[in-house]
């Protein structure tokens, strides 16, 4: 089987390739598909800008589709940053800005209040399956200051307990062991399995 992983972030396209090795599926990306036109994420929900990806990519591609939307929510920030993790400081923003804007706004909120999750929707799509979403959330805290030199999005200031370690600081496989992104996937594949 064949399945378009919807997405331009290479971080994401990474761990998703990564978790799906061995697998039957032959993944494909964006790339492989130069004409497809990028989708505006402008829905309120993770599951509609996922839905919203996977349909368009599948219509545009005559694939299945795979589409993640996910992000960072802060229990101090009533869930912020949310669908706007990507661009969360603005025009311009990358990985380093959106971390700096986190720190700076959660630089008075004590460390009993700091919990935050990540959240991943994933969304199938495409001709011959059934339309399908499904959602991974993995729990941890906002560090003080950012640590490890891997991973991508707000891995650095991510810190998961069971491990003793942010995001960033763990190898590729173990944290797409752990991931939100990981146990999006994992229902993903159960699907395929049972269709």
């Known amino acids: 089987m064949e399945l378009v992983i919807a997405t331009r972030n290479n971080g994401k396209l990474r761990e998703i390739k ?14 492989d598909f130069p004409g497809c036109p990028d989708v505006i994420e402008d829905g309120k929900t993770f599951r509609e ?13 005559g694939k299945t589709a795979l589409a993640d939307d996910s992000g960072l929510s802060v229990d101090a920030l009533d869930g912020a940053p949310g669908v706007y993790s990507a661009r969360f400081s603005g025009p311009g923003a990358d990985d380093l800005k959106n971390n700096r804007k986190l720190l700076r706004m959660m630089k008075d909120v004590p460390d009993e209040k700091r ?18 979403t499904v959602k991974g959330i993995v729990r ?10 891997r991973g991508f999005g707000y891995d650095p200031l991510f810190y998961y307990s069971p491990k003793r370690m942010t995001f960033a600081e763990m ?25």
């Open 18 to 31: 990564a978790m799906l090795k061995g697998t039957r599926i032959r993944v494909l990306s964006l790339d």
């Open 49 to 61: 800008n996922a839905l919203k990806k996977a349909r368009a990519v599948a219509e545009y591609t």
């Open 115 to 132: 919990g935050a999750e990540f959240v991943c929707v994933m969304a199938l799509a495409g001709k011959g399956v059934k339309e399908k």
């Open 140 to 149: 941890g805290r906002i560090m003080r200051e950012m640590r490890g030199p």
């Open 171 to 195: 190898g590729p496989e173990e944290k797409n062991r752990v991931s939100h992104r990981a146990r999006a996937l994992a229902k993903i594949k159960a699907l395929f399995k049972t269709e």
